[in-house]
């Protein structure tokens, strides 16, 4: 067997998954290459019963080992000629390495791939336990480090989009658990918005990514697939064994749930009133080839004001918990610095931001905490994410 190959836990893999990486044997013969769809055989389930085999390069403990090592060498101040044998040479071969901690950006990482095989799925075998799985992982994180959490996410989904479908439903997961939690929804409901947020899209999401990342806007035929998707992925959800009918409604509706208060409406409609201001939200904050992203305080607008113009009542819970310059959007300080939000303040306008560029437009050796509570660090304009010409050191400002 090659030395670079590592064997996959039992169960790692599922009937109907995308792969994420290639799939060898144990004698290194490849079975299935990156990006076909696992379907039913004697091989597969085989294989889903543990004898399958990735290469270690194509795992996250690979890659946090390797940089650790690398690192470590620098630290040591070894020759440069040393650092790029052992780079050549580093291979994953102890099985402790796989239990290192992720940090956030591996973390989130891993997630985005879990829930974009996961929502690809054709044949899905226990969705709704796994489905919950996923959630609870994220809702952890975000439980654990909610700020910060909000920073990875909305800046990595402000600045590219790969992914898109899947980083939506991530984010749209977040927000809506804060949002119940502002709301103080209990638990049966707030755990339907959970599952309808993540869902919301089931079936569109293949769709949703190649009109983020074509050139040309949306064809008609390309509307039409996606008219009604709300109909199909609450078809799909019901026939993969969700039974929640306040979450099923919610999906159907989520395009369709009008202006107006909450209070009146059945929960399923509440629900994907709440549902189509977080959408809303997410994709404005998200860019596509064909539109760049826009900035927090544009978005925040874009759900606090309703389709007339007048306050909304769901998009101002969502509002109410972000704030009107989200983390991990762009701001231009009174002082003439440029910085990201980092922390949620006091107040919806009033956030701790990071500069990162000087009143001169020269970026700052590390991000420097401003309070814009402070005249003179006070907000003086929300700027889209593609006004940003730095490269952001996101471990640094998860730091603060």
């Known amino acids: 067997m090659p030395v670079d190959l590592i ?153 590219e989009f790969a992914d898109y479908s899947a980083r939506h439903a991530l984010l749209s997961l977040l927000l809506a658990d804060l949002t119940a939690q502002q709301l103080r929804m209990p638990a049966p409901l707030r755990e339907a918005l959970q599952g309808a947020a993540l869902t919301m899209n089931y079936g569109a999401g293949p769709a949703h990514d190649r009109l983020a990342a074509q050139a040309d806007a949306a064809t008609p035929s390309q509307r039409q697939a996606l008219a009604a998707h709300g109909d199909r992925a609450a078809a799909r959800l019901a026939q993969a064994g969700i039974t929640d009918n306040a979450w099923l409604t919610a999906v159907r509706l989520h395009h369709e749930a009008g202006p107006g208060p ?32 826009l900035s927090g305080a544009a978005a925040a607008r874009a759900v606090f004001l309703d389709e007339h113009q007048q306050p909304d009542e769901a998009g101002a819970a969502l509002i109410k918990v972000v704030g009107l310059y989200p983390p991990g959007t762009i701001v231009r300080l009174a002082n003439g610095e440029v910085g990201v939000v980092y922390k949620r303040g006091f107040s919806a306008n009033e956030p701790m931001v990071a500069a990162l560029l000087g009143k001169s437009g020269s970026p700052l050796s590390n991000p420097v905490p401003r309070d814009t509570r402070l005249a003179s660090q006070a907000i003086a304009a929300s700027l889209a994410p593609a006004e940003l010409k730095l490269r952001v050191n996101l471990e640094a400002l998860l730091r603060l």
């Open 262 to 293: 909450l209070a009146g409406r059945g929960a399923g409609e509440m629900l994907a009133r709440l549902l189509r201001r977080i959408d809303i939200f997410g994709a404005r904050l998200s860019p596509r080839r064909t539109r760049k992203a």
């Open 7 to 159: 064997q996959l836990p039992a169960q790692s893999l599922r009937l109907g998954m995308t792969l994420p990486y290639d799939v060898y044997d144990g004698g290194g013969k490849l079975l299935y290459a990156r990006g076909q769809t696992l379907r039913d055989s004697p091989l597969v389930r085989g294989l889903i019963d543990g004898g399958a085999w990735v290469r270690s390069e194509d795992t996250v403990e690979y890659q946090r080992a390797r940089a650790h090592r690398l690192d470590t060498l620098v630290l040591q101040d070894k020759p440069l000629s040393d650092i790029a044998k052992a780079d050549t040479s580093f291979r994953l071969e102890q099985p402790a390495a796989a239990k290192v901690e992720l940090g956030p950006r591996e973390a989130w990482s891993d997630l985005l791939l879990h829930t974009h095989a996961l929502l690809r799925e054709t044949e899905p075998q226990d969705f709704a336990g796994r489905l919950a799985a996923l959630r609870d992982q994220a809702l952890q994180r975000l439980h654990a480090h909610p700020d910060a959490t909000l920073v990875l996410l909305i800046f990595e989904t402000s600045q």
